[in-house]
């Protein structure tokens, strides 16, 4: 077991605490920090087995699903390097991803906020932003939630965009996942509200 008793935190967000690994420089421990919430008065199958942490399954389940097509693609993605238990409750280990200065990598949302007089340089996110879309797409990677903090610019893929939280399909009837067409079609829509988001045409 990891002892973080005497580790102070990177950062603290909604449902994290998120910890430098005291043993591999390049991995971050995840320790849930949210309280559960039951969500039916009879648990469904997933919440009595494993509680707050069925979202961890779903995510690696889509990681797996990536590794198993061998697609390239999957460099968009900050890697899952699996599970540990530490003192303060079980952690997900996964890689850290940096920003110039060594710390943790600036999200999209960070640039995006930095970039308020630069309409130039939004657009160019914007289209980054895009190109992200297009390698998830062709990877057939789902990402249930790209909000603008989910995803990060890190040197360890050459200062591109990385998915680092909010993989799989979060819906209770997962059509993207087996239907080709559903996949294509929810990308496509959202292409064209972040397109209009980013001030750009998709
Ligand atoms: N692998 C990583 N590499 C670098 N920074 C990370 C990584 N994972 C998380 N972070 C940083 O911590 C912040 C919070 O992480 P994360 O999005 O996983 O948690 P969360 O926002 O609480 O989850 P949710 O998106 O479900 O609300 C991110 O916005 C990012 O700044
Ligand atoms: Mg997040």
């Known amino acids: 077991m990891i002892d973080l008793t005497d580790h102070t935190p990177l950062r603290k967000s909604r449902n994290y605490l998120i910890f430098q690994h005291p043993d591999r420089q390049d991995a971050l421990l995840k320790v849930r920090a949210d309280v559960p919430v039951r969500d039916h008065w009879i648990p469904r199958y997933a919440e009595w087995r494993y509680g707050n942490l069925r979202q961890w399954n779903r995510e690696a389940n889509e990681y797996l699903a990536a590794l198993h097509r061998c697609c390239p693609e999957i460099e968009r993605l900050a890697h899952f390097m699996g599970y540990a238990p530490t003192s303060l409750g079980p952690a997900l ?70 998915v680092i939280d909010g993989l799989g399909e979060r819906v209770l009837f997962p059509l993207a996942l087996f239907s080709d067409w559903a996949f294509r079609k929810s990308m496509q829509r959202r292409r064209e509200r972040m397109g209009s988001m980013f001030g750009i045409r998709s």
């Open 93 to 162: 280990v996964v890689e850290k991803m940096t920003g110039p200065d060594g710390d943790l990598a600036p999200t999209v949302y960070k640039e995006w906020m930095s970039l308020k007089e630069d309409p130039a340089g939004r657009k160019r996110l914007g289209e980054e932003f895009m190109e992200l879309l297009d390698d998830l797409e062709r990877g057939r990677i789902i990402v249930g939630d790209m909000s603008h903090e989910n995803i990060v610019r890190a040197e360890e893929r050459g200062g591109k965009l990385v």
